[in-house]
């Protein structure tokens, strides 16, 4: 399923803007995305839209920290 994105955001990184919770605004509404089938190339493509360009990423269960 393809759904068109307004925008993303990380939440809850403390003092590093680079890891927390990844959330996608979908109508208006901001909702967190689970991690049973998000995988690192889905992450490579959050990261790009959160401006960070074309990195590595480790992430974990509901979490992403850029490397």
Avoid: Q
């Amino acid at each position: 399923m393809c759904v068109e994105l307004e925008s993303v955001r990380l939440v809850g990184g403390g003092a590093n803007p680079r890891a927390g919770r990844l959330e996608v605004n979908y109508n208006g509404v901001w909702g967190t995305v689970c991690g049973d089938y998000f995988d690192n190339d889905d992450a490579k493509v959050a990261c790009y839209m959160l401006g960070f360009g074309y990195i590595s990423v480790v992430f974990g269960k509901h979490k992403i920290t850029i490397a």
